[in-house]
């Protein structure tokens, strides 16, 4: 009887740390995504504005600023992430500036875009 405890509870040690490796691993494969895609994104941003800016520099200024806050959102949750595998906490304060960069973005981008746009009609406006 108490070697099928100890049994039961090697092997109940055994799994809870295998699942623990296996979430940390996630997590580090998660962070090397995000991180990837804040440099893909940061560049790709700065590329489309290269490429637009004699379009109209307005509109290329908008969809820049548009890009990099969306980039700054990346980071965030790549933030969250490298401190979650430094302290085992998840803070909630991250998701909070991401909310509200988020919000700032959505903001900033539709203003911006009615005001830029020369037919303003009922569909346009209530697109946002």
């Not at 099928?4 to 580090?28: P, R, S």
Request: proline share 1%; hydrophobic share 55%; charged share 15%.
């Amino acid at each position: 009887m108490d070697s099928q405890k100890h049994l039961n509870n090697f092997l109940g040690n055994t799994a809870a740390e295998f699942m623990v490796k296996c979430d940390k691993f996630i997590y580090l494969i998660t962070g090397i995504s995000f991180l990837i895609l804040g440099f893909v994104a940061f560049f790709y941003s700065w590329a489309v504005f290269a490429i637009q800016i004699h379009k109209g520099v307005l509109h290329s200024i908008l969809t820049l600023i548009n890009d990099l806050l969306l980039v700054m959102i990346i980071m965030e949750i790549l933030r969250t992430i490298i401190n979650y595998m430094k302290s085992q906490e998840i803070l909630l304060e991250p998701f909070l500036y991401i909310g509200i960069i988020a919000a700032t973005r959505k903001m900033l981008t539709a203003g911006a875009e009615l005001s830029f746009m020369a037919m303003n009609n009922d569909q346009v406006f209530y697109r946002y």
